[in-house]
Each structure stands twice: as C-alpha cells, then as structure tokens.
C-alpha cells in the first residue's frame, strides 16, 4: 500500500522560500500522477486545493495562485517529489499534503504546516 510523508514546513517571514518534501513509498505506479494540495485555515479536508502536480514522466500542472512562484519536482528515483515556494505571502498558510491524484481520502497522510508571518 502506497504511503506519503510530508514534511519541510515551517514558519517563514513574507516573501521568503520553503521547500517541502513529500516521501512516497510503494510501487510508482501507485505513487503518481502526484499532486500537492493545501487546506486554509478554516476550510474542510474536501476544500483542499490543489496546488501542483507532476506525472511519472515529469508533466507538471500548476494552479494559477502558484505559477511563477512555486515549482514541482521529483528526485532521481521518483520516490521524493518537492515542492518548492518562493515568494511566500500570509495567503499562502495552510497545511500542505500531498498523495496520489487518483486516490482517495484513505491516501491522505499528515501533512506539513507552513505558516507565513512577520
């Protein structure tokens, strides 16, 4: 069964960089298409958003909010796929998960808090 680990958030001032890490285990073709989402301060676990994506193959899909600001990628063996954000701003706090796009609420894993603030 695959499995997601997140981690990497933290507190960073605005306008500041995090990289998060998400550890897959499980077969690859279990582990993508995967995605990044995020769930805002106040929202429910089904209005998390997604915030980027990334095949097997490298195809990456970014939400608006995130194009030229964050980037999505995976390491050599496609068992770590980062996510990287620039230009963070007070908008951009929530906890951060990240699972397989096609899998359902059972994939969910702990997420990563990432908290923008002075």
């Known amino acids: 069964q695959v499995k997601f680990v997140e981690s990497g958030g933290g507190l960073v001032q605005p306008g500041g960089s995090l990289t998060l890490s998400c550890a897959a285990s499980?077969?690859?073709?279990?582990?993508?298409?995967l995605g990044w989402y995020r769930q805002l301060p106040g929202k429910e676990r089904e209005e998390r958003e997604l915030?980027?994506?990334?095949?097997?193959?490298?195809?990456?899909k970014l939400a608006d909010f995130a194009k030229g600001r964050f980037t999505i990628s995976s390491d050599s063996t496609k068992t770590t796929v980062y996510l990287q954000m620039h230009i963070l701003q007070p908008e951009d706090t929530a906890v951060y998960y990240c699972?397989?796009?096609?899998?359902?609420?059972?994939?969910w894993g702990q997420g990563t808090q990432v908290t923008v603030s002075l």
């Open positions: 499980g077969s690859i073709f279990n582990i993508y298409p």
């Open positions: 699972k397989n796009l096609q899998l359902g609420d059972e994939a």
């Open positions: 915030v980027a994506s990334i095949t097997q193959f490298g195809s990456i």
